[in-house]
């Protein structure tokens, strides 16, 4: 449960670059925190694809 909270936390970090098209520093964020959830590492890497994309792919 805590762990969820904290995730939330992270994506409420990386939600103004996002809203922003920032994705760079989106990114960024969600490097950072990464490392503080070993179970997690799918949902991350997902991230980091979708964040990598090209701004015409992010539909």
Not at 37 to 54: G, I, Q, R, T, V
Request: aromatic content about 10%; charged content about 35%; hydrophobic content about 40%.
């Amino acid at each position: 449960m805590p762990e969820d909270v904290v995730l939330v936390a992270v994506k409420k970090m990386a939600e103004p670059a996002i809203i922003k098209r920032e994705w760079e520093n989106a990114r960024t964020i969600f490097k950072r925190y990464s490392q503080l959830f070993p179970n997690k590492d799918d949902y991350f890497a997902k991230m980091d694809a979708l964040l990598a994309e090209p701004e015409g792919d992010k539909n």
